[in-house]
């Protein structure tokens, strides 16, 4: 190693430099890198500035310090390098930071000679960094995102504001030794500049007392307190911010510098997820999902065989996550990666193997041994089927028959344990589960079987019946998988019937048909009543609490009195449904009462008279409002005919009060709507209806005694519908 010299002096005003001595021979190109490294104004004061410039390979390191006690002049030493990578012999320029290589004063005569070796110092090197920038890892990633985004892009410049100048020694110093050497020996600085607007180094650090630069392509960061987190830092200055306070720097840079070719400054994002999983560092979401591939791929190319297992496995589950997006380009690497025994794991290939399966046929396809089909069913199929997310590895299944046998071999095993195959059955497709039916033990036609009547392919009652399994099914977990909502009445009739009572209340089944019966009781379907028979009838009734039991009998009574036409026997009935209703809960005894309502007004004319005397006789407080809501409702589409043979009902009851609630208020309520000629036929059909029921006429017959009551309601407005004469 041969190092030329230079010695000049410069006036602190910024004046033209005077040049004292130097190496012999000394190329002009070097000397004017030397004095433009300078330029920015020497260290202020008594303080020591170290000044770094490069030109491709060519670099001078310039020393400044004050050469008179007034500090109007000062004095530079340089070191010229024509080769600066080789000649630095593995140092970083700032490691020259306090060496022994700088003189203090100018040489007595013109000539310098060439240095032989350098020896670095001691208060900004390798021995000192590190304590630094862990105690700095905040500023530091944000120092060097923006060196890294400057060399990047081959642009911009990064001024610094320190205390002092040997705090500037250490920022540039981590800063540089962050970075793989190559790049690290490449950064120019300055640590202390009077002018740094005026520099041209990528880091120039200055003092409070000497603004930065607010114009142009430069980043000022303050380093005087904590700087605040940079929302656009870089993947790469955050792992290695990590990685000081881990002490694991030198050790990821070694992998840096085993990249061939040697890592540019592009490469460092992509270098940075290999750190992240390399030393198993928090994996920072990629901004797309090819930055995966492309980190694959410089393992495979660049760093072959470096990244470890461990490495590849957490390499591995970031891609599952995402999943291998583009096919072509994890065919390539993979086989790449495969033909040069990469540590590459199971779950990979098998996460690009599922892709791969209904795409192009011309990508390649690994083949896989029976062990490594069950790891990709085990760490990606079986995930995927307890996902509630679709996953298009199931929609892939049926084109590989053999990854389907591998699911069944792992199914085999986790079906074990029959909360396993409860949680599956949830969640399992019924396409997959149509790949399953049929085929291994027990286990997996219980869980296809499950899937399947689920989603309505199977018959769940015939499911739950099957005598033909080896194994006995718990049914307090599988009940609710079958049905995830209640048993229709129809299968719930079934299930009543057919099932033994210790199972169907083993399952919940039994509590849920009692529930969905009872929560219906107040206006029950028509299917609900043979349901109910069969629950009164079954074993299940001696289980349930007297008040279920009452409310079933409600309900039994409610469909029947919906469907019943009224003949002998009605009457008591009807008036045990009305005493019974008393002691009901308000759904069901309102419900009860309601159909009692709707079956007086069934009966024929002659017996709905009966009917109602009768009730209202009892339970009138209970059955009028009932009474008159159903009337409402009957009477707004019943002929003239019905109406009629009611109104001579209401007018035959012996007290005067419900003749005229009846009359006088519900009859104008349930008749608004209809017209006037619809009124004129009810009023025709009085007279016959009446003297059909023997009932006794009104004073001067029942035709004027229906207009004096149109009349009366007309005038009182409770018929508006009057004053639309004739339909008009």
């Keep these: 190693m041969a190092v030329r010299q230079l010695h000049f002096t410069a006036r602190g005003d910024g004046g033209p430099p005077w040049i004292g001595a130097m190496t012999p021979g000394t190329p002009r190109q070097l000397v004017e890198l030397a004095v433009r490294a300078g330029a920015s104004g ?12 490069s030109a491709g390979r060519v670099a001078a390191l310039v020393q400044s310090r004050c050469a ?29 930071w306090g060496g022994p290589a700088w003189a203090r004063d100018p040489a007595v005569g013109p000539e310098l ?28 990633e944000r120092v060097l995102g923006a060196v890294q985004q400057a060399l990047a892009a081959g642009r911009g410049r990064l001024v610094l504001v320190v205390p002092d100048d040997r705090t500037a020694a250490l920022w540039i110093s981590a800063t540089c030794r962050s970075l793989p050497h190559p790049l690290g020996s490449a950064v120019t600085f300055t640590t202390r500049a009077a002018r740094p607007a005026e520099s041209t180094a990528l880091i120039t650090c200055t003092t409070p007392d000497a603004p930065p630069p607010t114009h142009g392509d430069v980043t000022a960061i303050d380093l005087t307190s904590t700087p605040p987190p940079d929302p656009s830092g870089t993947r790469y200055a955050s792992a290695l911010a990590q990685l000081w306070e881990r002490d694991s720097v030198p050790t990821a840079l070694r992998l840096a510098g085993e990249a061939r070719p040697a890592l540019a400054a592009a490469d460092l994002e992509v270098f940075a997820v290999l ?34 297992a461990a490495g590849w496995q957490r390499l591995s589950d970031q891609v599952r996550d995402s999943g291998p997006v583009d096919a072509a380009g994890w065919s390539e690497v993979l086989r790449a990666a495969r033909d040069r025994r990469e540590a590459v794991p199971a779950e990979l290939f098998g996460a690009y193997f599922i892709t791969a399966l209904s795409g192009d046929d011309r990508l390649w396809a690994p083949e896989l041994s029976a062990a490594d089909l069950d790891d990709v069913a085990e760490r990606v199929v079986v995930p995927a089927l307890a996902s509630s997310a679709p996953h298009p590895a199931l929609t892939r299944l049926a084109g590989h028959g053999a990854l389907v046998d591998a699911l069944i071999r792992v199914l085999e095993r986790r079906l074990a344990n ?6 599956l059955a949830t969640t399992t497709p019924p396409e997959v589960a149509r790949l399953l039916a049929g085929r291994g033990t027990d286990r997996i036609r219980l869980l296809a079987d499950l899937v399947l009547a689920r989603h309505g392919a199977l018959d769940p009652v015939r499911v739950m019946l099957d005598g033909t399994r080896t194994q006995q099914v718990d049914w307090r977990l599988f009940g609710p998988v079958l049905w995830p909502g209640d048993p229709s009445a129809e299968d719930a009739v079934r299930l009543v019937r057919q099932v033994r009572p210790g199972v169907l209340v083993d399952s919940g089944l039994a509590a849920r048909i009692v529930a969905r019966v009872l929560d219906r009781a107040g ?4 299917s609900d009543g043979r349901l109910v028979d069969e629950l009164l009838r079954s074993p299940v009734a001696g289980l349930l609490e007297q008040r279920d039991h009452t409310a079933l009998d409600a309900a039994r ?3 029947h009195l919906r469907g019943a036409v009224p003949g002998r026997g009605s009457e008591r009935v009807l008036l045990s449904a009305l005493a019974a209703a008393n002691s009901l809960p308000d759904g069901v005894g309102h419900g009860l009462v309601a159909a009692a309502a709707s079956f007086v007004l069934r009966a024929d004319p002659a017996l709905h008279r009966d009917l109602l005397s009768r009730a209202l006789d009892e339970h009138a407080p209970v059955f009028l409002p009932a009474y008159r809501r159903a009337v409402r409702v009957e009477l707004a589409d019943a002929p003239p005919h019905r109406i009629a043979a009611v109104v001579v009902a209401w007018r035959q009851l012996e007290r005067q009060a419900y003749r005229h609630i009846l009359v006088e208020e519900t009859l104008p309520a349930a008749l608004r709507k209809r017209r006037g000629r619809f009124l004129d036929r009810v009023g025709g059909a009085l007279q016959p209806t009446g003297d059909g029921l023997g009932a006794e006429r009104p004073n001067g017959g029942w035709g004027k005694w229906w207009q004096g009551w149109r009349a009366e309601h007309e005038r009182r407005g409770l018929l508006s519908v009057f004053r639309r004469r004739d339909g008009v």
Aim: hydrophobic share 45%; no cysteine; glycine share 8%.
């Design 42 to 53: 020497p260290a202020p004061g008594n303080a020591i500035g170290l000044g770094f410039l």
């Design 68 to 96: 008179d006690p007034a500090g109007r002049a000062h004095f530079f030493h340089a070191l010229l390098f024509d080769d600066v990578e080789r000649e630095l012999e593995g140092l970083l320029p700032i490691d020259l």
């Design 113 to 140: 000679p060439e240095v032989a070796s350098l020896v670095p110092g001691d208060d900004a090197g390798p021995a000192t960094t590190p304590r630094f920038a862990a105690g700095h890892a905040a500023g530091l």
């Design 275 to 308: 750190l992240e999983v390399a030393f198993d560092l928090p994996v920072r979401a990629p901004a797309d999902r090819d930055l995966l591939l492309t980190a694959a791929r410089m393992a495979v190319e660049r760093l072959t065989g470096r990244l470890s």
């Design 418 to 423: 029959p909360r396993e195959t409860a949680r």
């Design 523 to 526: 206006e029950p379907d028509p």
């Design 557 to 559: 009574r409610i469909v």
